[in-house]
């Protein structure tokens, strides 16, 4: 089961120790994130937000926002209100001062909040956007459920995932992936398990066809998917 893989395995829930991870390593975190992908995610999310300017969109909902990222670059590539959500405060601050000096503050917001559980009214948003966060979801298909039922009717969900990298550099891959990767992450977050769940998280997490399926599973009524890179990220838009 998807669930079983946590952070840091005690007897809470997913959920719960998800925000504690991401509020221990939240100081560190874009760091560490442009550090370890060689700012190749610089590039996947410049590519979600060429995919999603053809919708043209004036609202949208970036949820798992973390520290931003997403946001300011969908906010940069549209023009849109961008409604930033996530379950950790400690990464939603470090995202508001990113926000504050960019002088975006009135055209990103900051929300906390559950993903499974928004509070949002049905069928509000242009499009929502995800960037490695749906993989951390305690409940995977309540909340793809969620992502579909706030966007509107006829519009997309765009989500960027990590995926595997398949073919003769697969094992390569894999080794930095598991084992230089979370030193790395140990070494710099102080965090001794936040960058051993990423690979044992990835590994766990369906992707290409067997995402689609489960996406259109959800509902969507139309699921198309672009590999980045070989296939270490994948974006996947699913049309409500």
Do not use: C
């Not at 994130?33 to 609202?59: A, F, G």
């Not at 400690?90 to 508001?96: A, D, F």
């Not at 948003?125 to 509107?152: H, P, S, Y």
């Amino acid at each position: 089961m998807l669930n079983t893989v946590k952070p840091y395995n005690t007897e809470a829930g997913k959920k719960h120790e998800v925000e504690e991870m991401f509020d221990n390593i939240a100081p560190k975190y874009d760091l560490l994130n442009h550090v370890l992908s060689m700012k190749i995610d610089v590039l996947w999310r410049n590519t979600l937000v060429k995919w999603l300017n053809k919708d043209q969109p004036k609202e949208v909902l970036d949820v798992a926002t973390g520290t931003g990222d997403l946001a300011i670059a969908v906010q940069k590539g549209t023009g849109a209100q961008i409604v930033g959500f996530d379950l950790s405060q400690q990464m939603l601050n470090v995202g508001i001062d990113k926000i504050k000096k960019l002088n975006l503050d009135g055209k990103i917001s900051m929300i906390k909040g559950d993903a499974e559980n928004m509070p949002f009214e049905s069928n509000k948003f242009d499009a929502v956007t995800v960037a490695f966060g749906v993989r951390n979801f305690e409940n995977l298909e309540k909340g793809l459920a969620e992502l579909r039922r706030v966007v509107k009717e006829n519009k997309s969900v765009y989500i960027l995932e990590f995926s595997k990298v398949e073919g003769f550099l697969g094992p390569l891959y894999m080794f930095y992936f598991k084992n230089i990767l979370p030193q790395i992450g140990k070494l710099v977050s102080k965090d001794n398990r936040a960058y051993t769940y990423l690979p044992d998280s990835v590994n766990a997490f369906p992707f290409g066809e067997k995402m689609k399926n489960i996406l259109l599973e959800t509902g969507f009524k139309n699921v198309e998917y672009k590999k980045l890179s070989l296939g270490i990220a994948t974006i996947y838009k699913a049309t409500k």
